[in-house]
Structure formats: C-alpha cells, structure tokens
C-alpha cells in the first residue's frame, strides 16, 4: 500500500505559479546630483535607464523632483518588473525640508494607493508600487554624515528600508573606507537612526552561506564604484575605470562593496526586503490611517448627534445645558416623588414611605449639585 499523499510537490507547483507571475520590485535613490547614483542603477541592472540623458550637458534641476522609470528584466525565464524612483535636484536647494519632504511624500502616497486598491471591492491583479528600499547615497568626502543626511533619514526611516551607500569608494584609499564607515556607524547609532537590518540565519543554513551574511553585515554601509565601461586588461575583459595610477574593478571585493550590494539586493535579501516592506513599514502606515479614519467618522457622528438635538435658546454654553438636564431630571424626579405620595396616601405603608424619604433625600442631592453648577 502506497504512503504517498501528494503535498510533497507544492512547493514546485508555487514556484511554477511564481515564475509565472514575476516579481515586482521599487527601488528608491536618493542624493545629491553627481554622486554616481544612475551610473550604480545602470551597473546593477545591467541596463541603460537614463540614456537620454547626456551626461557631459546635464544639469540637475534646482528643486527635488520625483522621477520613476520602469523596466522589465527576464533572467533564466524568471520575470522582473523593476521600478527606479530617482530624485534628481535633491540638496539642490539651501532648505533640505521641501526634499525630505517630496520623497516622503511620494513613499506615503504608494501606501495610500495600494491602500485603495486592497479595500476595493475587486482585488485582483493589484499593482504594488511599494517602495521596498531606498539606497541613500552620502559622499566619500565628507567622512561622516551631513545634517541633511541625518534629517533625511530620521524622517523617512520609519517607512522604508534604508541602506546608506558611499559613493565613488575608488577615491578613498582602504584606511580611509574602514575609518568612515565608523564613523557614519556611530552616527547612525547616535542618532538612532533605524537602516535596514539584515536577518540573522537560520540554525540549518550551510556555512558558506553564514559567511556571506557575516560578511555582508561587516559591510555596511557599503563602499561602491559604478561603471559600465568594458576595459580588456591582459586580454581580460571587465566593467571598470581606467586612471593613470591603475584600473579599479566595479566587480572585484577589494576594490569595491559592489558585488555584496548586488547579492544582498538582488539575490539573497530582496524578499526579505518586500516583507519587511509588507509587515512593518506598511502596516504602521495603515494602522494609523485607519485610525484617523475611525477618529473622523466618531467625531463627524458625534456632530451629527448635536447638530440632531433642538436649540432651546440660542447661543447656549457648557452650563446652560449642564444646567437644563439637571432641571428636567429634576422634574422626572419629582413627577416619581408626587407618584409615591399617592401610592402612600392609598396604602400607608412602612416600606413605601422609607422609599419616598430616599426619593426626597436623592432631590435634595440633585438640587445641591445644580446650585454648585451655578456657583461655578
């Protein structure tokens, strides 16, 4: 007799579906103009996003602008759908608010969209738009975090994952790197800024894998140098840079941290990324939304309840009507009094009476409240 139930394959059958349906992807960039930033998307995704820009000519605008380009990208018969979300003209301006501010903005309004469509009455084919990282790119030549760095990164660390990234590392030398990184460690520490933390292992990971993480966490931020230029260096072809001094590789580890960002984004953390996207950042985002919902809609139906209730006399305070209830309760009262008197005059009993000195002592009561209300 066969032991054989079936389950064993559903993990194939998700992945067909999954491979299927593709992924989805947004990646956020922010930093100043000529931090290499398009140059780093263009080697990471092997791709031209900004060709139409000339880069010998361009000239960032003056004021933070939100741009978003699309690509799709097919690897081995498995589909991506990439968003890159650039800010050019980001520190453009002498005041750092109205950038914070722009990306902030744009992250809260994905939220709010994909908010729309998951309480629609039809949820199919929802397009999630989602920023699942930002890549904040501080200069190699500042050594530390900046002001503007440390106030960008308080306001939008609570609803996006934050990896800062140090631009242009072939100006460094390797002292250099291992003293900055410090630095902007401690200040990050200090600030109590929240970048994103990459998840410790599993107990039954193999040990290469262990390593990698290790390593990657050693890493951050991370140290890169972009370049889509083919070099041939003893008849060795690479993506590099050519100076007077030497070649620095994009893809070698001892010239640059470009490999491990590329893994760790792409490879190995993008769907730790998305869930952290999904069950942290978003939630918080629709927790809070939904309370300001339930605070509105309480305080539109306790105006609805007063504007609902006749003005007796027009323009009437807090005690005006404090001291109206208390009359008309007043009134039940003795309307229950002038009943007892009856029922006590037909039936002379003991327990009636002792009822009606409580009645009386409970108007007394209220009459001495409504006398502190006016005193008041």
Known sequence: MSEYIGFGSLPDIVHRKTVKKGFEFTLMVVGESGLGKSTLINTLFL???YKERNEASYEPPQTAQIEKKTLCIEEQGVKLRL???DTPGFGSSLSSDDC??????YVDEQFRAYFAEESSIIRKNIVDNRVHCCLYFIPGHCHSLRPIDVEFMLNIHEKVNVIPIISKADMLTEKEKIQIKQRINDS?????????QLPDCDSDED???KQQDKELKACLPFAVVGSNTILEVNGKKMRGRQYDWGVVEVDNPAHSDFTKLRNMLISTHMPDLKEVTED???ENFRTQLISKISQQAFKD??????????KLLPALDETDILLIQKEEEIRRMQDILVQMQDKLKTNNEKSNHNLYLAAQKSLENENK???NVINV
């Not at 914070?100 to 903005?105: P, T, W």
């Not at 139906?301 to 006749?310: H, M, Q, V």
Request: glycine fraction near 2%.
């Open 207 to 209: 040990e290469d894998f």
């Open 47 to 49: 791709s031209d996003l």
């Open 83 to 85: 968003t890159v979300v």
């Open 280 to 282: 942290v950042h978003y």
């Open 369 to 371: 409240k409504i006398e």
């Open 301 to 310: 139906r306790g105006k609805l309840k007063r504007d609902s209730i006749p």
């Open 100 to 105: 914070i501010r722009s990306c902030c903005d």
């Open 188 to 196: 990050i520490k200090s600030h109590e800024i929240k970048i994103y």
